[in-house]
C-alpha cells in the first residue's frame, strides 16, 4: 500500500556530510510520522531520527543530536535525513520507515514496531 525509496547514501571520510532522501508512494494518507533506522552487520536495526506528519515535531538518537535533521516535504511525499560530521560508527544501511500509529500528541516514534512499512535502505560508509 505504501512504497517507500531511500537514495543520497554513499562512501565519505570522517567529517563529512551527506543527505539522504525517501520518497514514498502509494496510498500515503493518514500517515502520523516518518523515521530513519540504522543497521550495522551484525548489529540490531536502530532509532536514528523520527518527524511527525502534522506539525513537524522531530526526534533523534542521542548519538546523533546536533549533527543529524529530519526533515520533510508534504508536496513531494519525502523526508530527508542531513547527515553531517560523520563517524566511522555512522556506516550503516539506513532504512526509511513509515507510520500509521496513533499513540498521544507527545509520543517520539523511536521504536521499530511503532512503523508500518520500510525501505529497500541506502548504504553509508564512513572511512576513518
Known amino acids: 500500500q505504501v512504497q517507500l525509496v531511500e537514495s543520497g547514501g554513499g562512501l565519505v571520510q570522517a567529517g563529512g556530510s551527506l543527505s539522504l532522501s525517501c520518497a514514498a508512494s502509494?496510498?500515503?494518507?493518514?500517515?502520523?510520522?516518518m523515521g530513519w533506522f540504522r543497521q550495522a552487520p551484525g548489529k540490531e536495526r536502530g532509532f536514528v531520527a523520527a518527524i511527525r506528519w502534522n506539525g513537524g515535531r522531530t526526534y533523534y538518537a542521542d548519538s546523533v543530536k546536533g549533527r543529524f535533521t529530519i526533515s520533510k516535504d508534504s508536496a513531494k511525499n519525502t523526508v530527508y535525513l542531513q547527515v553531517n560530521s560523520l563517524k566511522p560508527e555512522d556506516t550503516a544501511v539506513y532504512y526509511c520507515?513509515?507510520?500509521?500509529?496513533?499513540?498521544?500528541?507527545?509520543?517520539?516514534?523511536?521504536?521499530?514496531?511503532?512503523?508500518?512499512?520500510w525501505g529497500q535502505g541506502t548504504q553509508v560508509t564512513v572511512s576513518s
Open positions: 520507515a513509515w507510520s500509521g500509529r496513533y499513540y498521544s500528541d507527545s509520543y517520539d516514534y523511536t521504536h521499530k514496531y511503532d512503523y508500518d512499512y
Open positions: 502509494g496510498r500515503t494518507f493518514s500517515r502520523y510520522a
